[in-house]
């Protein structure tokens, strides 16, 4: 635990190593949503599940000028971190 909050399974501060276009925004958002991941035990993968297809939805409706709940704006901010993490590491392969 770090000032206790769940151990995340990637610290942090090597991920910004790591990945250095990811913003302190989303790095609170990664943070947030694996804590929360985590937390869910058995239900873990149809959250993660909802959570990506819902910032997919929701990313889709905020393009288009809808609204998100708060929610969405987290997920859709998570969406992003894990992008670029993915685009960083296919560059160098």
Do not use: I
């Amino acid at each position: 635990m770090w000032g206790g909050v769940m151990r995340l399974p990637v610290d942090p501060e090597r991920l910004r190593g790591e990945f250095p276009d990811l913003s302190d925004d989303d790095l609170a958002a990664y943070r947030q949503v694996t804590e929360t991941v985590l937390a869910k035990s058995q239900e873990r993968p149809l959250f993660m599940r909802e959570v990506l297809d819902g910032a997919r939805k929701a990313r889709e409706r905020l393009q288009k000028g809808g609204a998100l709940s708060g929610p969405e704006h987290l997920w859709v901010r998570y969406l992003g971190a894990v992008e670029k993490m993915q685009r960083s590491t296919a560059k160098r392969r």
